[in-house]
Each structure stands twice: as structure tokens, then as C-alpha cells.
């Protein structure tokens, strides 16, 4: 199990960027997924990007090219960088992990499937 803290939401216009931080501690003696989901004000959840322990990556369609994750090893520390924000975008944001080796990009649609999570970090976009 990993310990995840959120941070570097706020409120921007139309455009803007944002670059959210997640700390991670704990347990780490497992190989971990690393993600970033989302969960509107609808409540609907969905998983927008992963990092697997080998360094691949993946991302929802609807995000590729505008948003990227990363991870700063030294500092335990998991980004997602997000530009070109749209109002569609506000949501909470949140990162979590998942022990295994590999990801599988179907557990983007799937947040049951993943059992560590932050507390979330809100995210505004005005039009």
C-alpha cells in the first residue's frame, strides 16, 4: 500500500495550465501503476493517464496531447502537467496506484480496479 498527497489544483481561464503534484510513500516493495483520474461534479470518475514501473505510459484519448504525466524517482513525486484547459476539464483530480506490473489501459474505465487514492485536489476552468 502507497500514501498519496495531492496538490497544485486551482482555478484558471480557458487555455490556462496547471501542473498538479502527488507525493507518494509507503509500501513500495511491489511493483506499482501510478495514476491520474478525474471525477466530475456529476460524480462519474475516469482515469486519464498511467506510468508503469518500467516507465511506459498511456493516456485517454480525449487528453492525448494536452496533459502528461510524469515522475521525479529522487522525490517520490508523480506530476500530471496539463495544458490548454477547457471547462470541460474541471473535476477533481486525483492520484492513485495500483500493485501490479502492468497497468492495463482498460482500468482507466475501471477505478474500482484501483485500490490506493489521494484525498484530491480541485481543479476550476473558467470559460
Known amino acids: 500500500q502507497v500514501q498519496l498527497t495531492e496538490s497544485g489544483g486551482g482555478s484558471v481561464q480557458a487555455g490556462g495550465s496547471l501542473r498538479l503534484s502527488c507525493e507518494t510513500s509507503g509500501d513500495r516493495s511491489y511493483s506499482y501503476c501510478l495514476y491520474w483520474f478525474r471525477q466530475f461534479p456529476s460524480k462519474r470518475r475516469e482515469g486519464l493517464a498511467y506510468?508503469?514501473?518500467?516507465?511506459?505510459?498511456d493516456y485517454r484519448d480525449s487528453v492525448k496531447g494536452r496533459f502528461t504525466i510524469s515522475e521525479d524517482k529522487a522525490e517520490n513525486t508523480l506530476y500530471l502537467q496539463m495544458n490548454d484547459l477547457k471547462p470541460e476539464d474541471t473535476a477533481v483530480y486525483y492520484c492513485a496506484a495500483r500493485p501490479d506490473s502492468y497497468c492495463y489501459y482498460y482500468t482507466l474505465n475501471d477505478p474500482e480496479a484501483v485500490p490506493d487514492w489521494g484525498r484530491g485536489t480541485q481543479v476550476t476552468v473558467s470559460p
Open positions: 506510468l508503469e514501473h518500467t516507465g511506459e505510459t
